[in-house]
């Protein structure tokens, strides 16, 4: 409903003049307690922008609202849908969106409190089903995004494992069935070495991949780092795990795939740099994590390596789908450095 300065106001309602002022506090306060709480909305201009105008959306639904429909169940808004998708690309946390929720709730409930002859009970009302209207919808297609990012690398890791057991072991063993073709009867010495020497090889590539499969992440990523390198015996190049500060029990999502990311480092050390050391570093502060994975190797030019190649498709969307930044830093002939930064989250006030 739009009122005009004409009219009277209805119960419970303002005049537009009086209206614009509310919103124009409601938002200068919003942005205050944000800064304070160090929200990540306000940092970025295209997010601080979509971020502003929801709002006051948000706010101008809750004072149009009629009374007779506030026993409804709020009806989801398309623009929170849009608002879920842009934010989960946007690399926007939930949390930091709850946090505006939550602000937002708390201070137009204020300032509409100071206001003469409000009526606080249909206004709250009004408020708590507009932001709902907005934040369901956004949430559910925020997790639909990070779903389809799951599913991405989850189909990533399966072509991963396809290829290892194409290239790795059932190419290793057609070597062998040649060699045993070659002269099946009598073979030579060497011929026998060089079969031995293959199926060796074999059985090494078969608990490596072994390995790969039966790590999780059960209670602790530090102890599951450590149990997967000691588990690497075969490996040319030595791994060394060092851990910083107080290690802390993730959610198990977000231990689960980092953990994913720091075995795709370490196995790139491993098998394309040509490294004959390894550090895995995790430092704990605060809540916060980042895992270092260095090593000695070649490096290689960043520019001269295709899209997708050595994992880094599949590592960057574990990453965001944990909320944590992916850096990588390398130069050919001076090792590479992979930094997986996991922030801390402060309680919702």
């Known amino acids: 409903m739009n009122l005009r300065d004409d009219q009277p106001p209805a119960p419970g309602r303002v005049s537009l003049s009086a209206r614009e002022s509310m919103l124009d506090d409601i938002m200068a306060r919003l942005i205050e307690r944000l800064e ?16 502003s105008s929801e709002a006051r959306s948000v706010i101008e639904r809750a004072m149009d609202m009629p009374n007779e429909t506030l026993s409804v169940p709020p009806v989801p808004n398309e623009s929170g849908t849009h608002m879920g998708v842009v934010r989960a690309r946007q690399q926007v946390h939930p949390h930091d969106s ?6 937002l709730f708390d201070v137009a409930i204020t300032v509409a409190g100071e ?3 409000q009526d606080l009970i249909n206004l709250t009302r009004a408020l708590n089903s507009s932001i709902m209207s907005t934040l369901v919808p ?68 078969t608990s490596e991949i ?8 059960d209670e602790d990523l ?66 916060s994590l980042q895992i270092d994975v260095s090593d000695d190797g ?19 969307e574990r990453a965001d789908l944990i909320g944590a930044e992916l850096h990588i830093r390398t130069k050919n002939g001076e090792g590479t450095v992979i930094t997986l930064r996991i922030p801390g989250r402060p309680q919702l006030p």
């Open 36 to 51: 304070a709480a160090g929200n990540p909305l306000l940092d970025d201009p295209e997010v601080y922008a979509q971020f």
């Open 98 to 103: 709850l946090q505006a929720a939550a602000l």
């Open 115 to 117: 206001q003469p002859d």
């Open 138 to 205: 956004a949430s559910t297609a925020y997790v639909n995004v990070l779903l389809e990012r799951l599913a991405v690398a989850h189909a990533e890791e399966r072509r991963r494992i396809s290829r290892d057991v194409h290239d790795r072991i059932a190419h290793g063993i057609a070597v062998a069935i040649q060699h045993v073709r070659q002269n099946p009867n009598n073979p030579s010495e060497a011929q026998t070495n060089v079969l031995l020497e293959l199926l060796e090889r074999l059985m090494i590539e």
């Open 210 to 217: 072994a390995i790969d499969l039966r790590h999780t992440v």
């Open 222 to 287: 530090d102890v599951a780092v450590r149990d997967y390198v000691a588990d690497l015996r075969s490996a040319a190049a030595e791994t060394e795990v060092v851990t910083v500060g107080t290690p802390v029990k993730l959610p198990a999502g977000v231990q689960e795939e980092a953990f994913m990311v720091v075995r795709e480092a370490i196995r790139n050390a491993q098998r394309h740099a040509n490294a004959t050391t390894i550090t895995v570093t995790l430092t704990w502060e605060e809540g």
């Open 298 to 316: 070649n490096g290689y030019q960043r520019e001269n390596v295709r899209s997708g190649a050595l994992g880094l498709t599949a590592a960057r």
